[in-house]
């Protein structure tokens, strides 16, 4: 049985919203379960802290429907800064008012003003229109008194959310004496605010759920933006977990090996037993996955009238929402397609899709572990995929459905026809998606976690 070491654990999430954020918020909290039941928190899992400024009500309705899913393992395990920022007299708690240095807001700036339950003022973010790197800025936070008037600053986001975590930890190491503590961090913009933490008995571990590089997506291709300035604090963090060898390999011979790099998959437990080709229905493919340009759900579109001429009764139901919904449903239509391809919304329930469909479609054009396809193959629903970064390649290589060219409409119209026309391909891959559930075992994956943990509170602090 897997056993972590004796420490204090968070996890860090932006936001989590439920319905919202996919695949990645169902990562985080699955990781989340699973270290709960290798017995960290005495069998309650890990911190989750958050630091999206919704109102506290918004908040205990996201707790409480991840509750009511099974998703974590108690609604006080999930925490939000701007739920604490306040004080219950008004005004900001004791740790921001402590953090606030003498100041005031900059004139020159519109400001967000978040208040308590009551209407009274807490914090006033800056709003830094049309800069993508608005959150590392510096620009004064006003922190507000018990009287509603600005008591101070904290010189920008990064300020106010360090004063935020210190002040978690230090309430943790009250309670239970100087213990090292843990920091999983899932977000690139946490990251980069949180990689100047000089506490000496903090670790922090920082996990990659999505893709570094710009079109093509090719090892050489250019960085995306957003994550040239994260390479050059990526060596201070203690360690990186990447979902796949493909990208860390990537990562490793562009950037150089600091020493931290490590592949971490999500876990996926797998299916008690696999579903029998009977008792799905002949012919139904499904997508589940957000309705935005990067997944190119319109390329599957098209490609099913080619799919009708040879199996007249596929159909391909569309599970998730997102921008592109009213565009694809017009493509639908144009592509005279409705009575075969429909858009059936967010689903509560993809285990029954899965166990239902006789493939699992994906057209991304690029994907960080892809989870859909882990999801569909330990279920056995043979997966169509393009041949993209990262991770469908990890993920087929030893079969269990079919990789097509990126891009490549009829080709991917014909491996679908290949996939749910042919009943003895369909089983053999089926068979094979299965078998491949055991690279993504929970166990597995718990106990590399664990000692990747391990193997960073021997060693010095990176910030040191």
Same mark, same amino acid.
């Given at each position: 049985?897997?056993?972590? /070491?004796?420490?204090?654990?968070?996890?860090?999430?932006?936001?989590?919203?439920?319905?919202?954020?996919?695949?990645?918020?169902?990562?985080?909290?699955?990781?989340?379960?699973?270290?709960?039941?290798?017995?960290?928190?005495?069998?309650?899992?890990?911190?989750?802290?958050?630091?999206?400024?919704?109102? &506290?009500?918004?908040?205990?309705?996201?707790?409480?429907?991840?509750?009511?899913?099974?998703?974590?393992?108690?609604?006080?395990?999930?925490?939000?800064?701007?739920?604490?920022?306040?004080?219950?007299?008004?005004?900001?708690?004791?740790?921001?008012?402590?953090?606030?240095? /003498?100041?005031?807001?900059?004139?020159?700036?519109?400001?967000?003003?978040?208040?308590?339950?009551?209407?009274?003022?807490?914090?006033?973010?800056?709003?830094?229109?049309?800069?993508?790197?608005?959150?590392?800025?510096?620009?004064?936070?006003?922190?507000?008194?018990?009287?509603?008037?600005?008591?101070?600053? *904290?010189?920008?986001?990064?300020?106010?959310?360090?004063?935020?975590?210190?002040?978690?930890?230090?309430?943790?190491?009250?309670?239970?004496?100087?213990?090292?503590?843990?920091?999983?961090?899932?977000?690139?913009?946490?990251?980069?605010?949180?990689?100047?933490?000089?506490?000496?008995?903090?670790?922090?571990?920082?996990?990659?759920?999505?893709?570094?590089?710009?079109?093509?997506?090719?090892?050489?291709?250019?960085?995306?933006?957003?994550?040239?300035?994260?390479?050059?604090?990526?060596?201070?963090?203690?360690?990186?977990?990447?979902?796949?060898?493909?990208?860390?390999?990537?990562?490793?011979?562009?950037?150089?090996?600091?020493?931290?790099?490590?592949?971490?998959?999500?876990?996926?437990?797998?299916?008690?037993?696999? *579903?029998?080709?009977?008792?799905?229905?002949?012919?139904?493919?499904?997508?589940?996955?957000?309705?935005?340009?990067?997944?190119?759900?319109?390329?599957?579109?098209?490609?099913?009238?080619?799919?009708?001429?040879?199996?007249?009764?596929?159909?391909?139901?569309?599970?998730?929402?997102?921008?592109?919904?009213?565009?694809?449903?017009?493509?639908?239509?144009?592509?005279?397609?409705?009575?075969?391809?429909?858009?059936?919304?967010?689903?509560?329930? /993809?285990?029954?899709?899965?166990?239902?469909?006789?493939?699992?479609?994906?057209?991304?054009?690029?994907?960080?572990?892809?989870?859909?396809?882990?999801?569909?193959?330990?279920?056995?629903?043979?997966?169509?995929?393009?041949?993209?970064?990262?991770?469908?390649?990890?993920?087929?290589?030893?079969?269990?459905?079919?990789?097509?060219?990126?891009?490549?409409?009829?080709?991917?119209?014909?491996?679908?026809?290949?996939?749910?026309?042919?009943?003895?391909?369909?089983?053999?891959?089926?068979?094979?998606?299965?078998?491949?559930?055991?690279?993504?075992? /929970?166990?597995?994956?718990?106990?590399?976690?664990?000692?990747?943990?391990?193997?960073?509170?021997?060693? &010095?602090?990176?910030?040191?």
């Amino acid at each position: 049985m897997t056993t972590f /070491p004796d420490a204090e654990y968070l996890i860090l999430s932006s936001r989590l919203i439920p319905d919202h954020d996919g695949g990645y918020a169902m990562a985080i909290l699955s990781r989340a379960r699973q270290m709960a039941a290798a017995g960290v928190g005495g069998g309650r899992g890990p911190l989750i802290l958050t630091f999206d400024p919704g109102t &506290p009500a918004d908040h205990a309705r996201h707790r409480r429907a991840f509750d009511e899913r099974d998703l974590i393992t108690g609604t006080d395990r999930m925490r939000n800064l701007f739920d604490e920022a306040s004080a219950r007299s008004g005004g900001a708690a004791g740790w921001l008012l402590e953090a606030a240095e /003498p100041g005031d807001p900059d004139p020159a700036l519109e400001y967000r003003r978040i208040a308590d339950a009551e209407g009274r003022p807490v914090v006033g973010l800056p709003v830094i229109h049309g800069d993508p790197d608005w959150h590392i800025t510096t620009a004064p936070v006003a922190v507000y008194g018990h009287d509603g008037h600005v008591a101070g600053v *904290v010189a920008g986001f990064g300020a106010l959310y360090r004063a935020w975590l210190a002040a978690v930890v230090a309430g943790l190491r009250a309670d239970d004496g100087d213990k090292p503590v843990v920091v999983i961090c899932e977000s690139r913009q946490l990251g980069e605010l949180i990689a100047g933490w000089g506490d000496p008995g903090v670790r922090l571990i920082h996990s990659i759920h999505t893709i570094h590089l710009e079109p093509p997506h090719t090892p050489d291709a250019p960085l995306n933006p957003l994550w040239t300035r994260w390479f050059t604090l990526a060596e201070r963090f203690d360690a990186v977990l990447w979902l796949s060898e493909a990208q860390r390999s990537d990562v490793i011979e562009r950037f150089g090996d600091e020493g931290v790099h490590l592949v971490i998959p999500a876990g996926v437990p797998a299916a008690s037993t696999v *579903v029998p080709g009977a008792d799905r229905v002949p012919g139904r493919v499904v997508m589940l996955n957000r309705l935005a340009p990067g997944k190119r759900v319109d390329h599957a579109i098209r490609a099913f009238r080619a799919v009708l001429a040879a199996v007249p009764h596929a159909t391909l139901d569309i599970y998730g929402g997102g921008a592109e919904r009213d565009a694809l449903q017009r493509l639908i239509e144009d592509e005279g397609l409705t009575a075969h391809v429909v858009l059936r919304g967010i689903t509560g329930e /993809p285990v029954r899709v899965l166990d239902a469909a006789s493939a699992f479609l994906t057209t991304s054009a690029f994907e960080g572990q892809a989870l859909a396809i882990v999801e569909a193959m330990v279920r056995g629903t043979p997966v169509i995929a393009y041949d993209v970064p990262y991770g469908p390649r990890d993920h087929l290589a030893n079969g269990g459905g079919v990789l097509v060219p990126n891009g490549d409409e009829a080709a991917l119209a014909a491996a679908i026809v290949r996939v749910i026309a042919d009943p003895e391909e369909h089983a053999r891959l089926s068979r094979e998606a299965a078998q491949m559930a055991r690279r993504v075992d /929970p166990d597995r994956v718990t106990e590399a976690l664990a000692q990747a943990v391990e193997d960073v509170l021997a060693a &010095p602090s990176r910030r040191a």
